[in-house]
């Protein structure tokens, strides 16, 4: 735990995560709500609206952690119609805090939503929210219809030139829509593939292929802090790069799991598991053995990493990524080989099929490791496992290389990979076997008993 | 590069093209194109799976992943979607793609069942030849495969095995992006994908059989070829399909003189690669058991007997020569050929036209257009056609269903490359969503909505022919301001051709420099039409007075006067004044619109003989039948619908004793005591090229030399012409002998073509490089149409690719595709009926009634009646409703 514990800062987006009706028009305005979107329109042009949102450094939330007032700069000037799609398909294990934004906080985020399409010049937006999350669909719902009755969104908002529509659509539950490309093939009504890029990025050419900025949920929810308080008051905040307050969603073998809003850059790990008003330490007095650092895909981190700071630069110079800010802590008691093979067997369910590595490599790594667990491992197991992750990810690097369209076959190597090189033993002991392969059709059983060597005729006795 | 310092260095980057290197070596590419394409074009082959030079490339399979450095150090890239940049380095060999492609490879192979030994695509495999020349020696897979059941049928014809397929993406993207029949998709996810069907909507799909053709595994299997015969026991023979008009480029491949499987061949202007089903499968009829392979004769007491060639010979020139003793050359007709090489059908204009002296001959059952009008017209190639930017006019046939590879291209060039396509129909087809704009005309005014769409004025009336004179204008404002190419044919039976040559006619006179695609579909029917087998022309689209002097010495005589077409010669047969009436593949009983014309035809012709493949029911009216070699049994030439002559190519033997037409024509003459002068089909050209200044320097040589075949230029060219003489062997110096040109001219020196010859009105100077002028077309005239009777429906007959033709009733697997004889009505109209869907109404026209399956559609107009010609089902042929004589037939849908 860091000496002096992290300092109190203002919570930018929970702010009314502790309000029973904090979902609500009449408290939303009641604390502040749409008055953001109403300075914007009132005193700023859209290019001020973006420069704030530069000051502020805000950086996506979504996982890439690519600056948002750069990225809408992408849109190629003057061609119109672009379109601003919400990224609310959070779906990566451990990952939960865009839920809540969404279902405790909907208006904060259909502001922020106002707030972009202007900046961006949009007249359309379309929010995608993960099929499953039945709450945040409805109140999401709830919200659109009261904002749209109130005159936030719709025609000549507040009075203004300024106009926009915004379209709800639910997911159908599949991960990879999360990855942006694929979020707007779905949301074309097509099978949620990712596109290449290049030619598809989204900002050139997005949704029916016109340019299209894409962004997260806890993105957009900062943008009205930013614009009433300004750029340079979110940037004091945090860390030079990593600035502003971020949600961090806390799961796995800690007292107190859940969502918090720390300072981004500055908070540490240890602050945040083992913080009291946080993760408040390991569960029953175990101790620490891996936790990951931003979501599934990530590299596991271990206790030599709990004082880096909650910051992109130095949770990537230390191999691994911050990602969508979920953070899975494992203790001594968790086995690296079967907490390994669960990750994996996310990906591996969730690839889309569309390219050969990831589609047949994923499947393959989750069987391998599933046998193992089931006492079925041989001899050269582990070299094979890491050499399956080299050719979906070649040479097994961070960041990854990919032989995939996308990073959701990278994803699933670099659990592989962290607990290989941390926990080889616990891998070795499982691959003791020499058994002989036998494929079993349509069978549970991956290899039989080790086939006895044939008994040599006894030699005839001398007459 | 203009610095010469620089240019000693780096060779010259032409424009357009940048410099590339691939494994150490330059290669210039052109810009915007693919490095996989790039590398293949200059010799190294990066394989792949889901890459098709035809099709939009997606990056799935990752087989083709290679280094690729453009600056920023080298990494693993997909070939197939990475576009060439000047200074790239591109290295398919490292250690890092070798390894890359490798582990692809095993990953494909982890699920594949292995199962080559019982595998069609064994021994033509890409998985099986990659694997052996990119893939890892041995598996590392010890767990279990993916099992589903398999195969299981996707359509009538095609089979799929999931746990063969590696999912790349072929078949699907080509049902969705070049068919348009998205009916096979990806279903499920991640490791169980697969490629499947939705329930109860199978893969009917015209062009299903490509699918097949471009699996990369034996993923997709076509029931006719399935367990036919292994990859390596098949040798092939490239020719065309002649399956329609369109001339589709593909192999024969045969074992043991028997056909077994047709495949595409990519033929850039014409068929890139794809074949129709009908195409492709009608592979079966060649190999059918009832192929005629004797000739037959009829005996005293009617029945056909099977006789020696000799007999049947003789009986026939026997009633020829009685029958041109008894009432002259004129007593002689030739109904058909359109199903013959270009070298059969000039054959037989000479020995009808040359030696016998009949311009009786029309190789159209006037189920097309008029022959003066094809040969007058200036036309147009495919690629003319689909040229980006430009508008088409499509007068004609639908063509997905008549024309299939033509939809293909034209879906192809209004979806990717900003044509637009204007349809006058008079019902919606299959290419009408196509369309920017899609007109439904009344049946037999089309020539008053061109002329008004041509120029529509300031006095338009409210409606010409049921299109409202906004529309017109909107049609005519995008008519006027882009390239127009016309699409010409004949959709609707019912309807007077005259009324479309008069279309076409006003299009020809209002935009002179408009060219036309043809549209008639039968195989060769251009081919015939430009050897002269119709009435009124010669060899080489020259009228009757034009080609003449050209054919003195040549052919014996050469008739003078104008003989009659199809139509004609059946009610002259009826009424008793054709003698000897020859049926080369020609079915007139079902294919002649006016059903009781043709028996009365036929009954009426005192000998008929008949030179077909099967026992059609036309020809089971004949005296003599004699047995022709067909498709993959010949060899020769064949013209398609732009007038390209490709070669077609002998695969197999005929059946029995089966002969080329030519071969029987000449017996024929010889009989009649003159010698042919053919001994072999090449010879032909000589002959061909010494009459008609349009095949100067074209033979089956010239047309295969560059594989595109040689598309005969209308109207010719001066320099076109030159380019000819110069750089053609013999055919020069035999075309000036036969125009008495001076033999010591230099090439180069234009040697002056008749100038009587249409296609050579040589401009004052005698050099000009623009297109000579065409004579004008004749003019039609054209019955308007009576109103429309109040209780009446007008009648529209049409073509479905599947019908009861006899090509089709002979191929086992597509024989059971024709949807049936159906009438189809607005379903306004068929609310009036009283019926459910798919009872029998009566359908009377003047002529007669049938009975008939009635279906509501919301494709046709009201006051329309949709049927489709040649299908079964209805009681009687529903072409006796048709009176041929009339510009439309009206009829009236009833309860029976």
Known sequence: MSEAGPREIPRIVSSRWDLEDGFTLDRYESTGGYTALRKALDTMTPAQVGEEVKAASLLGRGGAGFPAGVKWGFCPPGVFPRYLVVNGDESEPGTYKDRLLMERDPHQLIEGILIAAYAIGCGQAFLYVRGEMALAQERLAGALNDAYAAGYIGRNIMGSEFSLDVVLHWGAGAYIVGEETALIESLEGNRGMPRLKPPFFPAAKGLYLQPTVVNNVETLSNLPWIVSNGGGAFAELGAEKSTGTRLFAVSGHVNNPGVFEVEFGVTTFRDLLYGKQYGDGIRNGHRLKAFIPGGASAPWFYEEHLDLPLEAGAVGGAGSMLGSGAIVVMDETTDAVKAAWRVVRFFARESCGKCTPCREGTAWLEKILRRMIDGQGRKGDVDKLMDVCDNISPQITWPPKQTTICPLGPSAVSPIASAVLRFKDEFEALCQGDAEVSVAINGKAYLSQPVQPEQPEPAEAPA | ?896
Request: a negative charge; one cysteine or more.
């Open chain 2, 1 to 896: 590069m203009t610095d010469t310092q620089d240019a000693v260095d780096a060779p010259e980057v032409p424009e357009g093209m940048v410099a590339v290197t691939v494994d150490g070596k330059q290669i210039l590419a052109k810009k915007g194109e693919l490095v996989i394409a790039a590398a293949e074009r200059t010799g190294t082959y990066i394989p792949r799976f889901c890459y098709h030079p035809r099709m939009e490339p997606v990056g799935m399979c990752r087989m083709c992943l290679v280094e690729i450095d453009t600056g920023r150090g080298p990494a693993l890239q997909p070939s197939c979607m990475i576009e060439v940049a000047d200074g790239m380095t591109v290295t398919t060999e490292s250690p890092a793609a070798e390894k890359a492609q490798e582990g692809v490879l095993e990953f494909l192979l982890i699920n594949h069942p292995l199962d080559c030994p019982v595998c069609d695509k064994g021994g033509e495999c890409p998985l099986q030849d990659q694997t052996m020349s990119y893939g890892p020696g041995e598996s590392r897979f010890v767990e279990e495969k993916r099992h589903y059941e398999k195969p299981i049928p996707v359509s009538d014809v095609v089979l799929i095995d999931r746990e063969r397929c590696i999912l790349c993406d072929r078949c699907t993207r080509f049902a969705k992006d070049v068919a348009g029949d998205p009916l096979i998709h990806f279903q499920d996810r991640g490791n169980q994908t697969q490629v499947n069907t939705f329930p109860d909507h199978p893969f009917a799909s015209y062009f299903s059989g490509n699918t097949v053709q471009i699996c990369p595994v034996g993923a997709l299997t076509a029931t006719p070829f399935r367990f036919k015969a292994r990859p390596w026991d098949l040798t092939e023979a490239e020719t065309t399909c002649t399956s329609c008009s369109v001339g589709c480029r593909m192999v024969v491949q045969s074992s043991r003189n028997q056909v077994l499987r047709y495949q595409g061949v990519d033929l850039d202007p014409v068929n890139w690669g794809w074949l129709c089903d009908k195409g492709r499968f009608g592979f079966e009829a060649v190999n059918s058991d009832e192929r005629l392979g004797s000739p037959l004769l009829r005996d005293e007491g009617l029945l056909l007997e099977s006789a020696t060639w000799s007999a049947a010979l003789e009986r026939a020139t026997s009633a020829l020569q009685q029958g041109i003793d008894r009432s002259g050359p004129e007593g002689v007709a030739v109904l058909g050929g359109s199903r013959l090489t270009n070298e059969d059908a000039y054959a037989w204009v000479k020995l009808a036209k040359g030696i016998i002296g009949t311009d009786n001959i029309d190789c159209q059952l006037d189920d097309g257009l008029p022959a003066e009008l094809i040969a007058g017209m200036p036309r147009a190639t495919i690629d003319e056609a689909c040229a980006p930017g430009g508008v088409v006019l499509l007068v004609g046939p639908d063509p997905k269903e008549e024309l299939p590879i033509l939809f293909l291209r034209l879906r192809h060039a209004v979806l990717n490359d900003g044509v637009d396509l204007v349809e006058l129909s008079s019902v919606e087809t299959a290419t009408s969503h196509l369309a920017t704009h899609s007109l439904r005309y009344r049946p037999g005014e089309v020539h008053g909505l061109v002329k008004a769409l041509l120029d529509p004025g300031d006095d338009l009336p409210t409606e010409v022919a049921g299109i409202r004179a906004d529309q017109i204008e909107d049609v005519a404002r995008l008519l006027g301001e882009r390239p127009l190419t016309v699409i010409i044919g004949r959709a609707n039976l019912t309807e007077a051709a005259e009324t479309l040559a008069a279309a076409a006619k006003a299009i020809n006179v209002a935009r002179p420099e408009v060219k036309f695609l043809s549209a008639l579909r039968r195989a060769n029917v251009h081919g015939a039409l430009d050897m002269g087998m119709a009435p009124g022309l010669l060899a080489g689209r020259a009228s009757l007075a034009d080609g003449t002097e050209a054919l003195s010495g040549v052919w014996p005589r050469v008739p003078t006067e104008r003989g009659l077409d199809a139509a004609g010669i059946l009610a002259a047969a009826a009424a008793g004044k054709i003698d000897t009436l020859f049926l080369l593949g020609a079915d007139p009983l079902n294919d002649f619109p006016d059903r009781d014309l043709a028996e009365r035809g036929l009954a009426g012709a005192r000998t008929v003989i008949a030179t077909d493949l099967f026992l059609t029911e036309s020809v089971r009216q004949a005296d003599v039948v004699l047995p022709a070699a067909g498709f993959a049994e010949v060899r020769g030439t064949t013209t398609n619908l732009e007038g390209r002559i490709t070669t077609v190519s002998q695969k197999v033997t005929p059946p029995g004793t089966a002969q080329s037409d030519w071969v029987i024509a000449s017996d024929i003459a010889r009989r009649l005591g003159y010698d042919l002068g053919i001994e072999s089909p090449e010879q032909v050209w000589d002959e061909l090229q010494r009459i008609a200044p349009l095949f100067a320097g074209i033979s089956p040589v010239a047309a295969d030399e560059d594989g595109s075949g040689v598309v005969l230029e209308w109207p010719r060219r001066r320099a076109s012409v030159d380019e000819l003489e110069a750089t053609s062997g013999s055919g020069p110096s035999e075309l000036g002998d036969a125009m008495g040109a001076d033999e010591t001219a230099t090439p180069g020196d234009a040697v002056a073509p008749p100038a009587t010859h249409p296609g050579h009105v040589v401009g004052a100077n005698g050099a000009s490089p623009e297109p000579h002028e065409l004579p004008p077309l004749p003019d039609w005239t054209v019955v308007e149409p009576p109103a429309v009777d109040a209780y009446g429906l007008r009648l529209v007959a049409t073509r479905k690719l599947y019908d009861q033709g006899t090509q089709l009733r002979h191929s086992g697997s597509l024989m059971g595709l024709a949807e049936g004889a159906v009438v189809r009505v607005n379903p306004h109209d068929f609310q009036r009926l009283g019926m459910s869907p798919g009872d029998d109404a009566r359908v009377t026209s003047a002529r007669t009634h049938v009975l008939v399956p009635a279906q509501p559609d919301e494709r046709v107009p009201r006051g329309v009646a949709l049927l489709h010609v040649n299908q079964s089902g209805g009681r009687v042929n529903v072409n006796a409703l048709i009176d041929s004589k009339t510009v439309v037939t009206d009829v009236r849908v009833e309860r029976p």
